[in-house]
């Protein structure tokens, strides 16, 4: 079992920055492929970032490439989401999620955190 708590979120202006932590405990993060997903009112999760177990290999979607930038310290059972140039609709709540693989689709992640609001001011 994984637990994941996000942390970070909150109201910016278009054009600020915002770092998204995600905290893992239970096991250790090193073992787990992890992503960041989001999700706007009336729309479905969609992916935004997933990096491997190891922290080698990343991949965006054309949403938040060259924004973006999805880092983990496995050491401390921490993945981060880096957020510049931020748009407003980047507004969402963002998740993260953990897995064997590393992947874009959310239905093939098992552990999931609560959730935190990213708000977007024009």
């Known amino acids: 079992q994984v637990q994941l708590v996000e942390s970070g979120g909150g109201l910016v202006q278009a054009g600020g920055s915002l770092r998204l932590s995600c905290k893992a405990s239970?096991?250790?993060?090193?073992?787990?492929?992890m992503g960041w997903f989001r999700q706007a009112p009336g729309k479905e999760r969609e992916f935004v970032a997933t990096?491997?177990?190891?922290?080698?290999?990343?991949y965006y979607s054309p949403a938040v490439t060259g924004r973006f930038t999805i880092s983990r310290d496995n050491a401390q059972n921490i993945l981060y989401l880096q957020m510049n140039s931020l748009k407003p609709e980047d507004t969402a709540v963002y998740y993260c999620?953990?897995?064997?693989?590393?992947?874009?689709?959310?239905?093939?992640?098992?552990?999931w955190g609560q959730g935190t609001q990213v708000t977007v001011s024009s």
């Open positions: 999620a953990a897995d064997i693989r590393a992947r874009t689709v959310a239905t093939a992640y098992e552990y």
């Open positions: 239970g096991r250790t993060l090193s073992s787990y492929a």
């Open positions: 990096i491997t177990a190891s922290g080698g290999s990343t």
